[in-house]
């Protein structure tokens, strides 16, 4: 499986990925960098203008890396398996002597576990800027997170996996439409279901729905190659 | 007889449409196998059936002597094939892409790329990205693709589409080499049916989804020759020194003055000759061979149109 996934890497050059994540990383720290010390989410007269409960720091940055992690989970996922079926190199993938389901399978770790590492290492990288920064500046917004905590690290982890998890639920749709684009509106979907608020509701901040979210997420990347050897490739 | 690949009644309907039925095709070990048909035969379909991309709705597959499953992954290391047209990661080299194959294959021969890229004259162009090949040398990389792994049995869905003629020229002599030298197996599909005449050890002809016909060339040469086109002054003359003097009784009188011999073992010269004797006023006579097309077009019922 591990080489499998490494030729995914390879064939799919995983190196414009990853100089597409560092851009993505050092944009989103910039931005949080200026929301939290160069006041610019603040009124004029310099009170923050957040909504209540968003007026610490955690929540634009996982707000924002969530966001940009999912869209670029699910452009990935798109072209490393749904475009694949388009331009029939999914043809070729299938008329090798390794079964279908784990072909499909290391295609989507490829993509999950790039993912999943490039979103901790931001977040972490994000996080880092911002303590440093704090003993220095004057945040805007609160700080509310212990870089020496454990629970800082579990809840880092646990919270990238359901994110990268869910785009799972994109690909689903982008497979069965055949169509890279449905794959990532799926995923602004996701993130308007996750992150959004509607009055004071949001699901942001509810502690069983990312639970049944990755339950649900991991149940639809099972989907995707459950059948895949007794289907016509189409 | 044991048969390298065989299929038994394969049929296949797609949302109600029977695109194949009742397809059944016997191919020997060592042969070349010519799969012919009009476009939208179901060749392709037939080709993505064997090749396990598309399952049956009736019918069976055997591969090696052994029926194909869902669960059939080990037969495709024996396997090598362009279904449709061959597809490549066009941001990498021919040569990377080869090397890649070899690595889904787990095939790991050292030099093997280089002499495939040789072999179909590619070596030149080995590290160009492929999205900067031609039609015909994306064409030459899927052959190369396919016979790279040495497999006993290659499936080539119209290997000759983009290739000019010298091209045509080569990948024949491959295909030859390949099955003399290699000992391999190669099923071609093909609407160029001259290509095929030439290197076919067999035929099978598909038309609107059903096997019209599966013959050896032999067969073909055989049953299906040739004739002598005699136009005579005096066809009741001719007709008696064809019959009674030369002994001959397999010809037709076409119309007053056209006689067709399709006797064997007589020439134009032996029969001009006799008729000159016997004082028949010959006005033409000539040899009528019947070619792959010809047969091709009798068992389709395409005469007249393009194939």
Known sequence: MLKLIRLEWKKNNIGKYIRGAIIMAFLLGLFVFALAFWGIANDPDGTLDAAPGTDVISAPIELFTS??????TSVMLATFIVSA????????????????QKILASQMIAVWSFNFIALIVTKLAIYLCVFMGARFMHSSFAIDFSIGSLSFYVQLILKSVVIVSMSFIALFVGVALKSSKATIITSFLLIFLTQANVGDFTMANNAVFPVILTIISLGFAVLSIVNVQSKDLI | MSYILQTNHLSKVIDGKELVTDVNIHIKKGEIYGFLGPNGAGKTTVMKMITNLWKPTNGTVAL???ALEDTSYEVLKRMGSIIEFPTFYEHMSGKDNLQLHCEYMGYYNKGSVEEAMQMLDLAD???????????????????????????ELVILDEPANGLDPAGMKQ???LFKMLCTEYGMTLMISSHLLPEIESIADTVGVIHHGKMMKEISMKEIVETNTAYIELVVEDIKKASYVLAEKM??????????????????GTTTQKISKEL?????????????????EDYFL???????KSC
Do not use: W
């Open chain 2, 298 to 304: 009798k068992i389709t019922g395409e005469v007249g």
């Open chain 1, 67 to 72: 966001m940009a992690f999912l869209i670029y």
């Open chain 2, 276 to 292: 000159m004797m016997n004082d028949v006023g010959i006005s033409s006579i000539s040899q009528h061979t019947q070619n792959l």
């Open chain 2, 247 to 264: 002994q001959l009784s397999n010809f037709k009188i076409v119309d007053n003055t056209i006689i067709r011999i399709y006797e064997r």
């Open chain 2, 171 to 173: 990948i024949r002599d």
């Open chain 1, 85 to 100: 079926y388009k331009n029939k190199t999914m043809n070729l993938m299938f008329s090798y002597p390794i079964k279908r």
């Open chain 2, 64 to 66: 090696f002597g052994e």
């Open chain 2, 125 to 151: 162009a080995a590290n160009k990205p492929v999205k900067r090949y031609s039609l015909g040398m994306k064409q030459r990389l899927g052959i190369a693709r396919a016979i790279l792994c040495r497999p």
